[in-house]
């Protein structure tokens, strides 16, 4: 049975700071089928289009029948451990800082055997769901979790080298003053954060919810403005070190497209926000952050990023917005590369309407704020990348994969 | 000896008039600054002077290294300056032994050269078997090296756990081979471990990946091992000690629907490799297995015939291994106790077993060895050794 997790102590200074390294996380080509289904967390293999073999792993030619059409598709992760070993001695300085640790050999039902990490409750010979994971340096991996789910299984120190689990972790969430930044606080509370910084621009001027958050257990209201350097910069002095997840809640929601405006002074604000906002705060936060992704159990471990869905494809309704929503999934993706070294996962949640005021003239279907903050609680403590949250979102998403050139007719109306 | 049939009926020709001759070890060491290229070029220059050859006379050439860089075998040649008219290029690891000696013998059947010189030597640079381990395969890459990075040790930790699990084989039977074959070292100048080892420290050693502990893991060194495969004529008019080439087998992922490793591709091709050789299990006098892990090794005692798949342990109940024992084994004292020097380790049994056979050995000699069986295997690919071979080499009468 897992060891529950103990509330780490006030960290002592004078200790070493475990360093950041990651397992070597060079893959081929064709293994990135791995990497695109773990980023979103699902289990898929190669299967063959003509003669249905399930195999790993992957590769470029059928091992049955030398197809060349081999996607990968969803398949029974359910399987047999059929043989385990404790390394004890490592070529890479990850796993010398983390051995023993445990590799073994699963047959799934679905016919491979394949190698993978194993969680603490499983045992040689035992039935085994296999799951498929980003390791610290965003590389995915197979990990066999026990056949049932066991008591504190999260806690797993394994396993939590592949999640972001907010528990006993700090965050920060970047806007207090709207829905979803409240609902994040309390959803980040109830998900076990031993800090909630919720930041608040001028926190003088009073706003809706307010004292509701303040309510809310571990959370502690901060000073901060992302459109002010300043602000951030001095929230990052003051906090900084002790921030683990950080989850960019600032948004400038307005509808229209970029003809009808006049000027760009809107324009300029969403990017203000948005774009350079991200900036600001990676900037303050990030290279603390790059510096802390191994340190223990609340180690930094991810930034997370809300995006429209229409990130990914305009929406000439909220044209302007998307245009903004879309520089920031781009910055995004550079700070992604940029924290990976200090195995600090970026996580992009993109979100279809909310249902909040912005969104007023928008039909159903829309995401409550409580359902975005569940959802993104949900993809830290499965360690995901990318997150699709609300019908809309998952639908965008589905129609870009089959043809962006009809979703953008389609979007245009 | 008539026309053979292989299993599918097809003839296949003994290797008549082909030898083996001029074995050469150049002595290992742990880790060398100097290259591949150097410790193939110090085997060939050693297999010149042995077989009283200019190096202009080396018209067949068969290379085997893991650390030669971006240099093939074809680069090889300029950087040796030798002119072959026949070349390969092996990089086959533990089997390339037997595979290059068996492409030779038939080089030098059929009159395609006449001193095909079969090399391989390897460096190790201090962090250069790290590096060799991360980007070993694109399996390796792509499925194993993230996995803890244990490299072979883990690998093989599961395929040996697996099978102690089915067959009953303990850690104490294990320990009797790794210390007979550190018991025939201790004669072996070269040999990197030359301390005596007991069951005692062999049980109590640290762990490495369970169920493997230090001495079953061979320690990768530098070094390099040739041989000359010629006519028989030829190598009497050189006045060469030369044993003859009986038969040999090859075999590449053989039963991939095993879901662990549980035999190698010896056990489809043993009948055409006795067969071919004439002789059978009984008459062979000394082996030399493919010792990376001692779990291998009980494997070709299973698939070689020399017992049934699953009576490994009672094997070796049976024997002593030791060179003056019974069913001498591993001679030299293996890789387990001389090291592990790149691909040069699939040929240390050939060359061990050339000298047995022709009364020259460096170590203690087996009395009145005439026939030897030699096998190689190799390259872990993903979770299991992908390839498997074995030769059956004769004292020339």
């Given at each position: 049975?897992t060891e529950?997790l103990?509330?780490p ?9 475990q360093q950041p390294l990651y397992p070597q996380s ?12 773990a980023a979103?967390g ?44 404790t390394i004890?001695?490592s070529?890479d300085p990850y796993f010398r800082e983390r051995t023993p640790w445990r590799v ?12 993978s990490h194993i969680h603490g409750d499983v ?7 296999l799951d498929l994971k980003l390791d610290k340096g965003g590389a995915p991996v197979m990990i066999a979790l ?6 504190n299984m999260a806690d797993d120190p394994h396993l939590r080298e592949m999640t972001c689990d907010p528990k006993f972790r ?74 683990d997840i ?43 952050m790059r510096?802390r992704g191994a340190d223990g159990v609340n180690s930094a471990t991810a ?36 924290l990976r070294s200090g195995g600090v996962r970026?996580m ?32 830290l403590q499965r360690g995901l990348e ?28 | ?144 090296y993230p996995y803890g990075s244990g ?247």
């Open positions: 049975m529950p103990k509330r102590r006030r960290k002592d200074p004078l200790k070493r700071t060079i893959r081929s080509r064709t293994a990135h089928g791995l990497t695109k289904a979103a699902r289990f898929e293999l190669q299967t063959c289009d003509d003669c249905s073999t399930v195999f790993y792993p992957p590769r470029d030619a059928c091992p049955t029948c030398l197809s060349e059409r081999l996607p990968f598709k969803t398949v029974d992760n359910r399987g047999t451990l059929l043989a385990e070993t004890r001695t070529t073994g050999l699963t047959k799934l039902d679905a016919g491979p055997v394949i190698l045992l040689e010979g035992q039935r085994v769901r026990p056949e049932k789910d066991t008591p700090r965050v920060l969430i970047t806007d207090g003053r709207t829905p979803v930044g409240q609902a994040m606080a309390r959803a980040f509370s109830d998900a076990g954060c031993n800090i909630v910084f919720v930041g608040i621009a001028d926190p003088w001027k009073p706003f809706p919810g307010q004292d509701e958050l303040r309510k809310i257990e571990r959370v502690e209201i901060v000073p901060l403005d992302v459109t002010d350097s300043e602000s951030v910069t001095e929230q990052a002095e003051q906090n900084g070190g002790r921030i950080v989850v960019n809640t600032a948004e400038h929601i307005r509808a229209g497209g970029i003809m009808q405006r006049h000027g760009v002074t809107v324009a300029r604000e969403e990017m203000d926000v948005r774009y350079l906002g991200l900036m600001r705060l990676a900037q303050a936060f990030g290279p603390a510096g930034f997370v990023n809300l995006l429209s869905v229409h990130a990914l494809m305009n929406w000439p309704q909220y044209g302007a917005y998307s245009a903004a929503e879309a520089a920031s999934l781009s910055a995004a993706q550079c700070l992604r590369a940029e970026v992009n949640v993109f979100f279809g309407p909310l249902d909040t005021e912005w969104f007023q003239i928008v039909p159903p279907p829309k995401v409550t704020p409580a359902a975005l903050a569940k959802a993104v609680v949900q993809a990318d997150v699709f949250v609300g019908d809309i979102a998952e639908d965008v998403r589905a129609r870009l994969a089959a043809n962006p050139k009809a979703l953008e007719r389609e979007l245009a109306g | 000896m008539g026309a053979l049939k292989d299993p599918q009926g097809n003839a296949r020709l003994p290797y008549d008039n082909v030898v083996v001759c001029a074995p050469v070890t150049v002595p290992y060491v742990r880790y060398s600054t100097d290259t591949a290229h150097w410790w193939i070029g110090r085997a060939l220059h050693q297999l010149t002077k042995t077989a009283g050859i200019a190096p202009k006379d080396i018209d067949g050439l068969v290379l085997s290294s893991f650390t030669t860089g971006a240099d093939s075998a074809v680069g090889m040649t300029q950087h040796l300056g030798l002119s072959p008219r026949w070349l390969d290029h092996v990089p086959m690891g533990g089997v390339s032994g037997v595979v290059g000696l068996r492409r030779a013998a038939r080089a030098v059947q059929n009159g395609d050269a006449q001193f095909v010189t079969v090399v391989a030597g390897d460096t190790n640079h201090v962090d250069s078997f790290r590096k060799t381990l991360s980007s070993f395969s694109r399996f390796a890459q792509d499925a194993v490299g072979a040790n883990a690998s093989f930790a599961l395929i040996t756990k697996n099978y102690m699990n089915k067959y009953g084989v303990t850690r104490e039977d294990f320990g009797k081979i790794c210390v007979a074959q550190r018991d025939n070292a201790l004669s072996i100048p070269f040999a990197m471990m030359k301390k005596k080892l007991t069951l005692d420290a062999y049980m109590k050693a640290r762990p490495i990946s369970d169920p493997l502990h230090l001495f079953d893991c061979v320690m990768p060194c530098a070094g390099a091992e040739a041989f000359l495969v010629c006519r028989e004529d030829v190598a009497k008019s050189l006045r060469l000690p030369a044993v003859k080439l009986l038969s040999t087998i090859e075999r590449h992922n053989a039963f991939a629907d095993d879901p662990i490793q549980v035999r190698g591709g010896w056990a489809v091709d043993v009948d055409d490799l006795w067969q071919m050789a004439g002789v059978k299990p009984d008459d062979v006098d000394l082996l030399q297995t493919y010792d990376d892990y001692p779990v291998i090794i009980t494997m070709q005692f299973e698939d070689l015939g020399f017992c049934n798949k699953g009576e490994g342990k009672d094997f070796i109940r049976q024997h002593t291994f030791t060179t003056d024992g019974t069913f001498p084994h591993n001679t030299s004292g293996g890789q387990l106790s001389t090291g592990q020097a790149g691909a040069a380790g699939g040929h240390l049994g050939i060359t061990e077993a050339m000298r047995q056979l022709t009364d020259q050995p460096i170590g203690k000699p087996v009395k009145d060895a005439k026939i030897a069986v030699v096998s190689g295997f190799g390259m872990i690919n993903y979770d299991r050794g992908l390839s498997s071979g074995a030769a059956v080499l004769a004292r020339a009468s």
